[in-house]
C-alpha cells in the first residue's frame, strides 16, 4: 500500500508536469497563495470598509491642513492674493520672540491652563468625597453639578456677564452686603483672568467630580473598614489611602481640562471680540486678531502651530502612557 505523503509528493509534481511549473515553483505559488489568504482574512483588512474613509478624512481635512498650515507660517501671506512658496523661512517664528504681545498672551495662558486646571481638580474631589458619603439626592446634586458642562461657552460666557455685571450683577450686589465692591470684574487687568477661570471652573468641575467619582467607587470597601480598625481619622484615610489611588483618574481629568482651557477661545470672544482685557489676552484670541484683524496671516499660523504643539506636547506623553499601559 503507497504512503499517503508519497501520493500527495506524487499529485504536486503531476501537477507541476501539467501547468508547466517546477516542484519549487508550484510550493512558493502555494506560499504565496496562503500569505494572500491569510492577509484577507485579518480584521484590520475586513474592516477597511468601515475605517478607511473617514481615516482618508481626517488624514485630508485635519493632518493634512495642519500641514499645509505650517508652511503657510514659513511665508509672508497676508490674506489676499496667491501664496508665494519660492522663499519659505522661519522669520514669523522669530517675530514671536521679540513681540510683547506675545509673551504676554502666552504667560495668560500658561495661567489660565494651570490655574484652571488645579482649581478643577481640587473642587471636582471635594464635591466627588461629598457624594461619595452616600448622602440624600445624590442624584440631583450629580444633574445639578453636571448641568453647567452642558452650556457652549457662549452661553456660560452670557451669563456670566450678567454675574459680574459692574452696576446690577448678582456677585457685586452679594459683596455690597458686606461693604464690599463694586469691583469691575471684566474690566479690571488684576481680576479679569481670576474672573474667567472661576466662571470655567464652574462649568467644568462637574466633570472632574464624575471622574474621582467613578474611580471612588472602584477602591474596595475593605480598604475603608481597614484604615477606620487602624485607627486613622477620615482626613488621614483620604490623603493617606483613598488619594493616592485616585492618581490615574487625576492625570486623565488633568489632560482633558487642560485641552478645554485652551478651547477657551469661544468664551473669551463672547464677551470682548477680537480684543480681550489686557490680562485675559491668550494666544487663542492673539491668533484671531493678528489673521482677521491685522490680516497677518502667516503670523497667525505661527502662533497656531504654536498651539498645536503645545496641545500636543499634553496629549503625546498621555496617549503613549496609556498605550505602554495596554489601554490603547
Known amino acids: 500500500m503507497r504512503n499517503p505523503l508519497e501520493a500527495v509528493v506524487e499529485g504536486v509534481r503531476e501537477r507541476g508536469v501539467e501547468t508547466g511549473e517546477r516542484p519549487a515553483e508550484a510550493d512558493e505559488r502555494t506560499t504565496e497563495r496562503s500569505a494572500l489568504r491569510r492577509l484577507l482574512d485579518r480584521d484590520v483588512v475586513q474592516s477597511a470598509p468601515f475605517w478607511l474613509p473617514p481615516f482618508l478624512l481626517m488624514g485630508f481635512f485635519v493632518y493634512a491642513a495642519i500641514g499645509w498650515n505650517f508652511v503657510i ?73 453636571l448641568l453647567p458642562m452642558s452650556l457652549s461657552f457662549i452661553v456660560t460666557a452670557q451669563f456670566w ?51 474621582y467619582l467613578a474611580a471612588l467607587r472602584a477602591i474596595p470597601d475593605d480598604q475603608y473598614e481597614a484604615a477606620r480598625v487602624d485607627g486613622a481619622s477620615t482626613a488621614r484615610l483620604y490623603w493617606r489611602v483613598i488619594i493616592p489611588q485616585l492618581k490615574p483618574a487625576m492625570v486623565s481629568a488633568s489632560v482633558v481640562l487642560v485641552l478645554f482651557a485652551l478651547k477657551a477661545f469661544d468664551f473669551l470672544y463672547a464677551i470682548w471680540g477680537y480684543r480681550p482685557r489686557r490680562g485675559a489676552d491668550i494666544l487663542a484670541t492673539k491668533m484671531v486678531r493678528e489673521a482677521f484683524n491685522k490680516q497677518e496671516w502667516a503670523y497667525a499660523s505661527a502662533i497656531a502651530i504654536l ?13 503613549y502612557q496609556q498605550h505602554r499601559q495596554g489601554n490603547l
Open 73 to 145: 507660517s514659513l511665508t509672508d501671506y497676508a490674506g489676499f492674493g496667491t501664496i508665494d512658496y519660492s522663499t519659505l523661512n522661519f522669520e514669523n517664528y522669530r517675530a514671536m520672540l521679540t513681540d510683547p504681545g506675545m509673551w504676554a498672551a502666552t504667560r495668560n495662558t500658561f495661567a489660565l491652563l494651570v490655574g484652571f486646571t488645579l482649581v478643577c481638580l481640587v473642587v471636582g474631589l471635594l464635591l466627588a468625597i461629598l457624594l461619595d458619603r452616600e448622602v440624600r439626592f445624590e442624584r440631583t446634586f450629580r444633574t445639578i453639578y
Open 161 to 211: 456677564m450678567w454675574m459680574y455685571n459692574f452696576n446690577f450683577g448678582i456677585v457685586n450686589r452679594a459683596l455690597g452686603i458686606f461693604g464690599l465692591g463694586p469691583y469691575s470684574w471684566l474690566g479690571d487687568p488684576g481680576l479679569v483672568l481670576g474672573s474667567v477661570i472661576f466662571a470655567l471652573v464652574w462649568q467644568f468641575s462637574g466633570y472632574t467630580m464624575v471622574v
Open 307 to 319: 498651539l498645536f504643539v503645545l496641545s500636543l506636547s499634553v496629549i503625546a506623553p498621555y496617549l
